[in-house]
Structure formats: C-alpha cells, structure tokens
C-alpha cells in the first residue's frame, strides 16, 4: 500500500493547515489509520488516529482541540486538519495504515506509512 502525505508547507503561529494521505490505486477503508509527527532531534510521536470505520478518534495531549482527523472512502483519503498551530508543532508530518488495528498510539502498530510532509511553524 503506497501512502501519500501531502499539504505540509510554512505557515505563522496561530494559522492553520490541512494534510492529505492518499492511497491511489488501492481502498485502504479497512484500514485503522494514524498520523504521526516527528521533529528535528526528536523521536516520532503519536498525533492521531481513526478507526477503519471513522467511528472513532483519538489525539495526543498536545494537540487535542485543535487537530482534527477524518477520512473520505469515496477519495480512499484521510486528512488532517490543523488549527491554531504552534511552533513546537514544526514536525515531519507521516500518515500510516494499521491491517489490524489495536494500540494505534503506537507506531509500530502500523504496517504501511507515507514519506511525510514537513510542516513548519514560524513565531
């Protein structure tokens, strides 16, 4: 499964952005999916995750109230949407997909992952 994480870009404090990850070529709506973030010197961390059925989500402390993570099956994409954004966001963003689901805070939970998208915070 190819994963494509797009949407990264340089944005001020306090503006907003929305990623995409998109899997061409294949539906991926059986999939748990999470989007993880890892910054300069820093190990990668769990952003949020959304069940294969987009009944349920689940956010970091960090970034609770202010990112939100959905999913289109007609688009066979995911997004996430982020607001309010701080410079201790700035990060390399990754979108991964879990076959099996379970602890999907954990990276090591997920079986396919996307190359990231670098998203950047000026203050």
């Known amino acids: 499964v190819q994963l494509q994480a797009s949407g990264g870009g340089l944005v001020q404090a306090g503006g907003s952005l929305r990623l995409s990850c998109a899997t061409p070529?294949?539906?991926?709506?059986?999939?748990?999916m999470g989007w993880f973030r890892q910054a300069p010197g820093k190990d990668r961390e769990f952003v949020c995750r959304?069940?294969?059925?987009?009944?349920?989500?689940d956010y970091a402390e960090s970034v609770k109230g202010r990112f939100t993570i959905s999913r289109d099956y007609a688009k066979n994409t995911m997004y996430l949407q982020m607001h309010f954004l701080k410079p201790e966001d700035t990060a390399v963003y990754y979108c991964?997909?879990?076959?099996?689901?379970?602890?999907?805070?954990?990276?090591?939970?997920?079986?396919?992952w996307g190359l990231g998208t670098l998203v950047t915070v000026s203050s």
């Open positions: 070529g294949r539906t991926f709506s059986t999939y748990a």
């Open positions: 959304i069940t294969w059925s987009g009944g349920v989500t």
């Open positions: 991964a997909a879990s076959v099996l689901g379970g602890r999907l805070h954990m990276a090591t939970t997920y079986d396919y």
